[in-house]
Structure formats: C-alpha cells, structure tokens
C-alpha cells in the first residue's frame, strides 16, 4: 500500500507540473527533465517511450521539445524503448519460479523436493509394524517442468509381510503456449502383493490447463500409452497397447492447507484405474502433516489377488 500510495502521489505531481503555463512556452521545467532523465537510466531505459509519450499527452505543445530530449538521453544511456502499444500488449509472466541459467540439470540448487515418512507400530492382541516413505523434486525451467517421484510401502501383520511396494516416476512437460503443453511420463512399480508384480508404464500426450489462478488449479492431459506388466514373479511382460487420461486438480484453501487430486484412466487392451487424494496441512516453517487416500484398480488382476487395492497415508513431510 504504501509503495502504491507513492506512485499515485508522483502521478499527480507530475501531471501538475505538465500542466503549468511554462510548458505552454514549449519549455520542459526542470523536474520534468529529471524525470525522464530517471526513466532512461532506470532498467535500461524500459519504460522511457511510456514516461515520454505520458508527458506529450499532458502537454501537446512540449511534443518536439520532449521528443529532442529523449532522442538525447537514449544516446547517451542506450535505452532500450518500450512504446504504450507494446507495454499494454506484454503477455503476463507467470507465477511460477523458473530455475536461472546458471543452474545446470544436476545441480541439486535449481530443484525444490519434499520427503514423507510415516510409520505404525503396535503391539499385545496385534502385532503390526508398517513404514511408508515418499519423495517428490521438481524443476521449473522456462518451459521445461520436470517431475520425480517415488514411493516405499511396507507392511508386516502378526509376523507376516503382507504389502511390500516400491516405484519411480519421472514426469516432464513441455509449454508450447499458456494454453497446451506436450507431456511424457515413464515409471515402474514394484508390487509383490498387489494386483500385479512388476509394472513398466510409458505414456506421451498433449494437456490443457482448465482453470489456473491462485487458489485452484485444474490440468487434463491424454494421449496414447504402453504398459508392460508381470502379473507374478515366474512370468514375462506382457504388453499393453492403451490410452490414458490424466486429471491434476489442486485447491489452495489457504496459506497453511493444500488440497491435490490426481486421478488417471488406462483403457484399451487393459483398463486401469488410479486415483490419489491428499490433504497437506503445515506445521511450522517445512514441516508438514500429509493425509492421504489412494485408489488402485486393475481389471487384469490375477484370480487369487483382488482387482482394487486402497491405501491410506497419515505422515510427516518436509519440504526442502
């Protein structure tokens, strides 16, 4: 506010000062002068066509005057001019941060991540012992978006192992405009208890931001995709030639809570199913509180494992 209450304050003063009776003489009064001066060595010269064609406007009988002036101080500061028609046409930048150029692709500063650990154990009429880690990195280049994922289950009851699942994902998009972007995805998962034993997924396809603004977010992607699933241990691949469509919906109900769904649909030759809900609530400073639901189904299932699996998660994440 009070950076906004300066610049109504220097509009004001300055349109005054065009407005005197000097400049009626086709003179510029020296606070003029001073400000254009100001607007050519500020960014380099950026905004000094905007200042300038500001001041014409105010006072049409300072135009040449005005105009001598500024051709002077672009030779001597070398300012790059930016006209009202071009400054009221800029696309809006996003919000986004981008890793800067220095930043090559391994270097660990142009990534942001998250760890989620969890764990559960009782004892007496139960004995139950279960762990769960999860990690997440993120790049944001100009155009480029990458994702990394990966995730670790393990569950034993009354001395039996009975889930055991691992995977890795990595995810990059690419912006071809602010309203479609290719996208690519490949991953695996391990799974000895679930409905499969070793899954490969590849997909490649085009998305849509639907809504964008501060508060929700709202992604639809689609396109072809290959699976390649072990159903037990002693087999081979098979392969699975499919579509997919990809929902990303994420609510921002306030600076302390965050709420995500991502919900994708493989169908084809093999239909698939899969949709994770979470809540994330802060804490303090990078230390979250994360719940979460997940849904699992698989229409090829083996006879003796079921077709849908659910997870639940409650867990600790830091943010790094």
Known sequence: MPHLLKIMSFIAVFLCLLSQPALAKV???????????????????????????MAISANPTAKKAIQGLVQDLKAKYKAKPVSVATATSLPKKKTAEVVPAKYGYFDMAGWDGEAEVSYLRSS?????????????????TDRFHHLVT????????????????????????YDFSETI????????????YGAF?????????????VISNETYSWKMEAGPSILLTK??????????VN??????????INDRSKLTNNTIIYFGNK?????????????????????????????????????TDTITRIGLMYDF
């Open 27 to 53: 003179k510029i009064a020296p606070e003029i002068i001073r400000i254009l001066t100001v607007a050519a060595k500020k960014d380099n010269g950026a905004n000094l066509d905007l200042v300038a064609d």
């Open 124 to 140: 007496g009429n139960t004995q139950q012992s279960s762990l769960g880690l999860g990690g997440k990195m993120e790049r944001n």
């Open 150 to 173: 990966s995730f670790f289950d393990y569950n034993r009851n009354s001395g039996i192992t009975d889930k055991r699942q691992f995977g890795l994902s990595y995810k990059l998009d």
């Open 181 to 192: 972007y290719m996208t690519g995805l490949v991953g695996y998962e391990n799974d000895k």
């Open 197 to 209: 034993n070793e899954r490969i997924t590849t997909s490649y396809g085009l998305g849509y931001p």
């Open 231 to 240: 159903e037990s241990a002693n087999e081979a691949y098979k392969k699975s």
């Open 243 to 252: 579509a997919f469509a990809n929902s990303l919906f994420k609510w921002v």
């Open 271 to 307: 239909s698939v199913f899969e949709s994770k809900t979470a809540l994330k609530i802060k804490i303090n400073g990078d230390l979250s509180s994360k719940f979460s639901y997940e849904i699992l189904y698989d229409s090829d299932a083996p006879l003796d494992r079921k077709k």
